[in-house]
């Protein structure tokens, strides 16, 4: 019984991060990460998946959102870090990609 529980989350868990990852289009900032991507210079028909996740500070408050935008064919992430409120706070790559005008980490 407990290994068929074990399982159900399991499965459960992974059902959540599909329906989180396919829903990105969906989510608060998404227009802000959108005017981000095209402000920067790249064609949404390049771009291979967008990650949402907490930008929260020590005590777990939330200070927003890092929307981890990946792009065809490119080694790392452009991040769109923004605001609980989905205001922008900042733009860089992560892992390596190179971007002109983009802040590189």
Same mark, same amino acid.
């Given at each position: 019984?407990?290994?068929? *529980? ?11 991060l599909?329906?989180s990852a ?5 989510h608060?900032?998404?227009?802000? &990460?959108?005017?981000?991507?095209? +402000?920067v210079?790249?064609s949404?028909?390049? *771009?291979?998946?967008?990650?949402y996740? &907490?930008?929260s500070d ?8 890092? +929307?981890w935008?990946?792009?065809?064919g490119?080694?790392?992430?452009l *991040? &769109?870090?923004?605001?609980p409120?989905c205001?922008?706070?900042?733009v860089?790559t ?7 005008g *983009?802040?590189?980490f």
């Amino acid at each position: 019984m407990k290994r068929n *529980v074990l399982i159900a989350a399991a499965l459960a868990g992974a059902v959540a991060l599909s329906a989180s990852a396919a829903n990105a289009a969906e989510h608060a900032c998404a227009g802000t &990460v959108s005017q981000q991507i095209a +402000a920067v210079g790249v064609s949404p028909s390049d *771009v291979e998946k967008v990650t949402y996740s &907490v930008n929260s500070d020590g005590n777990n408050n939330n200070r927003g959102w890092n +929307a981890w935008v990946q792009l065809k064919g490119e080694p790392g992430y452009l *991040v &769109v870090d923004t605001r609980p409120d989905c205001g922008l706070r900042q733009v860089y790559t992560r892992g390596g990609l190179k971007l002109s005008g *983009v802040k590189a980490f």
